[in-house]
Structure formats: structure tokens, C-alpha cells
């Protein structure tokens, strides 16, 4: 069964930074392109950032660039994305999903509250 | 960017119902890169439709999806109890990928 587990939300001030973890299973997690989508309380979705399978393409949506990062670590069937100087926007649930194009599997997410 | 707009924003139908939701693009989305997603609330979105029309693995053939170019819609053809919650579409023909801003549909 295909899971995957955020975790690392959490409250931080308004220019703070957090890093969050996505751990996957049930799947060949280095096969597949792996992507961050954010949802603000009571709106859509929004998508933040992609990896390629390889780490080779990385892609950004234009406000979190130079701002978060992705990596992952296939050793690991772990996905991340560290974000710095977090602004009260920011403030999300926080989805890994996988996919090239449409994301066909979710976690369950992790709420990220930026607020002084 | 290619901005999305979903119709009509909320959704009242009983079970058994037939209903009818709608996703325009401001460009035309070729190759019909086209998803749909349900959201219930408290969970994680789950996909639906891929390629305008074919369901994902697991969904129930009550769910169609059809359309073409700029103007995409999604059908459940038998309203279930479980089906009420919110449908988002999902462009993936340019980048970045967006979402429509969501159909909620509820309970009459």
C-alpha cells in the first residue's frame, strides 16, 4: 500500500525557518518524481515545488523561490522541503504527493502556522 | 499562467442526483492534461480523473470526466452520501500547475 507520512509542521515567527519530512513506502520511491502542494486554512490547493525522480529538475512556484528548497534522499524514501524566512502567507497544511503531472497519491499533511 | 475557474462554486443535490461540475481554462489545455480531484474534509485530496476522462485506479464508474480545449466538466451520474465533499480540477499542459479554486458539493 502506498503511504506517505509530513511531519516537521509547527508554529514559527514570521522570518523563521522549518524543514519539513516526508517519509514514503510502499513503493519504489526513487522511481518517481515527488512534489510539495500547500493548502491555506479554508482555501485550494496550491502547488510549491517538484523533484525529479534523479534530483536532476527542480522546479519552484515563483514565491517560494530562493525562499525553500527540495531535496530527497532515496536511501531514506525521504522527501524534504526547508523553508526560510517564512512569511504569515505561508501558513498551510503542507502535502507530499507523488506524480510527474497529476499527484495519484497523498499524505495526510502537516500544518505549517507562521504568526508572531 | 494558466488560471482555472470551476462552476458553480457550491453545489446543493440529493443522493441519486446527477450532477454537473464545471472547469474553464484562460488557455486552451492541449492533449487534455486534465485532472480532478475530490476533497473531503479533514483529508487529503484524492485523485479522480487523469487525461479529461480516465478515472484513476479505484474510482467508482459513476464518475466521468469529459470536455475538451478550455472547458472541462466532471459528472457523478448517481449522487452517493459519500460523494459530497469538494472537487477541484487540476491543469498539467503548462507549468506551473494549477488548480481550480474548487466546487463544494453539498447535501440538499
Known amino acids: 500500500e502506498v503511504q506517505m507520512v509530513e511531519s516537521g509542521g509547527g508554529l514559527v515567527k514570521p522570518g523563521g525557518s522549518l524543514r519539513l519530512s516526508c517519509l514514503a513506502s510502499?513503493?519504489?520511491?526513487?522511481?518517481?518524481?515527488m512534489n510539495w502542494v500547500r493548502q491555506a486554512p479554508g482555501k485550494g490547493l496550491e502547488w510549491v515545488s517538484s523533484?525529479?525522480?534523479?534530483?536532476?529538475?527542480?522546479y519552484y512556484e515563483d514565491s517560494g523561490e530562493g525562499r525553500f528548497t527540495i531535496s530527497r534522499d532515496d536511501a531514506k524514501n525521504s522527501l524534504f522541503l526547508q523553508m526560510d524566512s517564512l512569511r504569515a502567507e505561508d501558513t498551510a497544511v503542507y502535502y507530499c504527493?507523488?506524480?510527474?503531472?497529476?499527484?495519484?497519491?497523498w499524505g495526510q499533511g502537516t500544518l505549517v502556522t507562521v504568526s508572531s | 499562467e494558466i488560471v482555472l475557474t470551476q462552476s458553480p462554486g457550491t453545489l446543493s443535490l440529493s443522493p441519486g442526483e446527477r450532477a454537473t461540475l464545471s472547469c474553464r481554462a484562460t488557455q486552451i489545455v492541449t492533449s487534455n492534461y486534465l485532472a480532478w480531484y475530490q476533497q473531503k474534509p479533514g483529508q487529503a485530496p484524492r485523485l479522480l480523473i487523469y487525461?479529461?476522462?480516465s478515472r484513476a485506479t479505484g474510482i467508482p464508474d459513476r464518475f466521468s470526466g469529459g470536455g475538451s480545449g478550455t472547458d472541462f466538466t466532471l459528472t457523478i451520474s448517481r449522487l452517493e452520501p459519500e460523494d459530497f465533499a469538494v472537487y477541484y480540477c487540476q491543469q498539467y499542459h503548462a507549468s506551473p500547475r494549477t488548480f481550480g479554486q474548487g466546487t463544494k458539493l453539498e447535501i440538499k
Open positions: 523533484i525529479s525522480a534523479s534530483s536532476s529538475h527542480i
Open positions: 510502499g513503493f519504489t520511491f526513487s522511481n518517481y518524481n
Open positions: 504527493a507523488r506524480g510527474t503531472y497529476v499527484f495519484d497519491y
Open positions: 487525461g479529461a476522462s
